[in-house]
């Protein structure tokens, strides 16, 4: 399914699609997954919404625009981008190339604090963290803009996500290093065994016992390890057929039980408790991963040049529907068994239940 035009309306074709073909072809454990279209806001035809925020917002980020919508589709926000920003459910700030004493705001628009470090801010749901000029460098910070802790190295950052647990950061040199919350060294290994020893892309999983990366140049190959005892066990390795020099996304479920790593034509998932992978074909660059909340349901989002694809995943390998759209910007977003969709101008959700 293609949308062809991006002035005809996101929604009506997401609603025919989901009836005529996911309707019908999603089905786990002998149970129907249905999607129901909700609603769709065309972001700069919407008035901001004014008052008290009561429900949790949606951060979305698409083209020069940045903002927050409910989850009944009224806009909160909505902020220009002329540089660069960072947004994330609780913070956002825009910044330039010398980023230094930079303020950042709620969702509502309030000032939060000021973070007084040089650096590029960077939000998530597990914390603030700053990039410091460099590159080698980086610190976590408080919702006041504070400086909790920092890690400095010597050789480039070249991969980095948090969690729960904490976070985790991989280097030129091949290091990659876990920490905890507290920022005290969980793990420090090099994965090792390729020609250019460089991390591509890494995770930490929410629990904080398993770490993942991809990891070197000729041969590249995916890498999930178990910490324990300040030491890090390789657990599953694999060899990637096809070969790519840009950072990788590597996702660990909520859940703990599955690892994926992003590749050139697909994706590999890995169930940790029988070590067991799986490929799943992709066309175009991955983009994000995001979770239904149960069911072991994953909704993949995915680029091929303006054509953006939305795979619905089960299981950690079974493709089982997916529709696609043609937009300069898209986001993916996922809460409580619902999904958020944006193309370009336009914001669409769609609640997924059983049947």
């Not at 991006?6 to 025919?16: D, E, G, H, Q």
């Not at 963290?129 to 006041?144: D, M, T």
Request: charged share 25%; proline share 4%.
């Amino acid at each position: 399914m293609k949308i062809n035009d991006k002035n005809f309306p996101l929604f009506p074709i997401l609603s025919v699609f989901i009836l005529v073909y996911l309707f019908s072809a999603v089905r786990i454990s002998e149970k129907k997954l249905d999607i129901k279209p909700e609603w769709t806001i065309k972001i700069d035809e919407n008035a901001v919404m004014e008052g008290p925020l009561t429900e949790k917002l949606i951060p979305f980020r698409m083209n020069n625009m940045m903002g927050y919508c409910t989850q009944e589709g009224s806009l909160v926000s909505l902020i220009p981008v002329e540089q660069n920003a960072s947004i994330s459910a609780d913070f956002w700030a825009l910044y330039g190339k010398n980023a230094e004493n930079t303020k950042f705001f709620a969702p509502d628009n309030t000032e939060q604090g000021i973070i007084e470090r040089a650096g590029f801010p960077f939000f998530t749901q597990n914390g603030i963290f700053v990039f410091h000029p460099g590159g080698a460098s980086f610190s976590r910070h408080g919702e006041r803009g504070e400086t909790q802790w920092d890690y400095e190295y010597y050789a480039p950052l070249t991969a980095f996500s948090a969690s729960e647990a904490g976070c985790t950061a991989g280097f030129a040199d091949g290091n990659l290093v876990c920490m905890d919350t507290e920022g005290k060294i969980k793990a420090r290994f090099y994965p090792g065994g390729s020609e250019t020893e460089v991390i591509f892309g890494a995770a930490l999983s929410q629990n904080g016992v398993y770490a993942a990366c991809v990891s070197g140049l000729n041969p590249q190959r995916i890498v999930a390890a178990e910490l324990e005892a300040g030491k890090a066990k390789i657990i599953y390795h694999d060899y990637l057929k096809e070969e790519s020099a840009e950072q990788t996304l590597v996702r660990f479920s909520s859940d703990n039980k599955y690892v994926f790593f992003s590749g050139k034509s697909g994706l590999t998932s890995v169930r940790l408790a029988d070590k067991k992978s799986f490929f799943i074909p992709f066309k175009g660059k991955i983009l994000d991963i995001r979770e239904f909340g149960a069911k072991d349901i994953f909704f993949v989002l995915s680029r091929d040049a303006h054509r953006y694809t939305v795979t619905v995943l089960c299981e950690g390998r079974y493709n089982k529907g997916a529709f696609s759209f043609q937009a300069n910007s898209a986001f993916l977003y996922a809460d409580r068994g619902c999904i958020y969709v944006g193309a370009d101008d336009r914001i669409s959700k769609m609640t997924l239940y059983f049947d």
